[in-house]
């Protein structure tokens, strides 16, 4: 069996589990937690991608939050824009640094925020547990734990099926 196929398998039925879990138990938004699972696995994966896409997915979370608020003050266009702009080179400028040197995955936190305000109705200035911002990062450190408890699950169906799965994702 191939690395790959027991990732797919592993994520298979996590990606099922934790559809059930956000559809019954927790109200959190799954495809946020799709996209903080993917991020884990593009920054690297592991406990040290854990900790890095759960940084970089905050960091966008925390600009998002500082772009919305400060767009919430105005109806212009053009400044909503500059807003926008800023934030943007913010995002691009906070990935110098190399715990957050994964920009794709600070705007998948940028992103998160965003499309949790459109699915949720709850905007910039709630408070409380509703807060979007909130719910975005809760949800975006569980999505990297759905990486981790993946990541295991690969490991767990290769060694039951008798065949150790190799780092290249050819067949063993």
């Known amino acids: 069996m191939s690395k790959a196929t027991a990732l797919s398998l592993s994520v298979g039925l996590f990606g099922a589990l934790s559809t059930w879990l956000t559809a019954t138990v927790w109200p959190l938004p799954v495809w946020v937690l799709f996209l903080a699972w993917a991020s884990f696995f593009f920054v690297g994966s592991g406990p040290a991608g854990l900790?890095?896409?759960?940084?970089?997915?905050?960091?966008?979370?925390?600009?998002?939050?500082?772009?919305?608020?400060?767009?919430?003050?105005?109806?212009s266009a053009v400044l909503l824009a500059v807003a926008v702009g800023i934030g943007s080179l913010t995002m691009v400028q906070v990935s110098r640094l190399p715990w957050l040197s994964a920009t794709p995955a600070i705007v998948f936190g940028f992103a998160m925020t965003v499309g949790t305000?459109?699915?949720?109705?709850?905007?910039?200035?709630?408070?409380?547990?509703?807060?979007?911002?909130?719910?975005?990062?809760?949800?975006?450190?569980?999505?990297?734990?759905?990486?981790?408890?993946?990541?295991?699950?690969?490991?767990?169906?290769?060694?039951?099926?008798?065949?150790?799965?190799?780092?290249?994702?050819?067949?063993?």
């Open 51 to 75: 900790v890095k896409s759960v940084a970089c997915n905050w960091a966008g979370i925390a600009i998002a939050t500082c772009t919305l608020l400060a767009a919430s003050a105005t109806s």
């Open 117 to 172: 305000i459109a699915a949720t109705g709850h905007g910039i200035l709630t408070t409380g547990v509703s807060h979007p911002a909130l719910i975005a990062a809760a949800t975006a450190l569980v999505g990297a734990c759905f990486g981790i408890a993946s990541e295991w699950g690969a490991s767990v169906i290769a060694r039951l099926a008798g065949v150790r799965a190799v780092e290249s994702g050819q067949p063993a």
